[in-house]
């Protein structure tokens, strides 16, 4: 079984651009996560889309939108990019049917901005 | 908001020596769950414990919940160099929230060989 895919890796952009990152969930998984991490405020929730619709949103301006296809497949996408917005993005995926269901997390991708 | 704080913030022991790390937690929870990252990479699952659960073990791995205190704590036992990470803890709140699965700063542990 595959586990949780994000494309790309590494992302190098300058302030002002915007990006798209893409995470392709555990098949048969119906919720992805999208989650900020950084040395100074560590990982924080951006949000939580479950059968194409956003259920949980955290506390990140507007710039940092997301959505989720019919095949589960999600994109997470920031405008206007700030120096600030470097970071680890994680997405997590599970069933999304339970609370206290355990995330399955990719890899990651790792984005600075220049 | 974090939720879960990890104590010590870093914790550096010999390998065959347990590591004991604390999470503390500020609302009433469903659950918690412990979580592990090798440096630059996604978070592993470790172990889920119920808020009506008081202890846990799996494999070398013990974790214990007071939910009184409002807080747990993981034992990793008989330590090994592969288990150098950072450990995180996750609350999933009562009542859920906008938060989803809400984490802590985490414990970065260094196993000496």
């Known amino acids: 079984k595959a586990g949780v895919t994000q494309t790309p890796r590494y992302l190098i952009k300058t302030r002002g651009q915007q990006v798209t990152l893409s995470c392709s969930p555990i098949?048969?998984?119906?919720?992805v996560s999208w989650y900020q991490q950084t040395p100074g405020q560590g990982l924080q929730f951006l949000f939580e889309?479950?059968?194409?619709?956003?259920?949980n949103k955290g506390n990140f301006p507007g710039r940092f939108s997301g959505r989720q296809f019919s095949n589960s497949r999600s994109e997470m996408n920031v405008s206007t990019l700030e120096l600030g917005d470097s970071a680890l993005y994680l997405c997590?995926?599970?069933?999304?049917?339970?609370?206290?269901?355990?995330?399955?997390f990719g890899s990651g991708t790792q984005l600075s901005v220049l | 908001s974090q939720q879960g704080e990890e104590d010590p913030q870093a914790l550096s022991i010999q390998e065959g020596e347990n590591a004991t790390m604390n999470c503390s937690y500020k609302?009433?929870?469903?659950?918690l769950q412990w979580y592990r990252q090798n440096s630059g990479r996604g978070l592993v699952h470790l172990i889920l414990?119920?808020?009506?659960?008081r202890e846990k073990h799996s494999g070398r791995l013990r974790v214990t919940l007071d939910t009184s205190k409002k807080s747990s704590s993981l034992l990793i036992t008989a330590s090994r160099a592969a288990d150098t990470a950072s450990y995180f803890c996750?609350?999933?709140?009562?009542?859920?929230?906008?938060?989803?699965?809400?984490f802590g700063k985490g414990t970065h542990l260094i196993i000496q060989p």
């Open positions: 997590a995926s599970s069933f999304g049917n339970r609370e206290g269901e355990k995330l399955f």
């Open positions: 098949s048969g998984h119906r919720s």
């Open positions: 889309y479950f059968s194409e619709t956003q259920r």
């Open positions: 609302t009433s929870i469903n659950n």
């Open positions: 414990i119920r808020s009506n659960e």
């Open positions: 996750a609350t999933d709140a009562q009542g859920g929230g906008a938060d989803g699965l809400t």
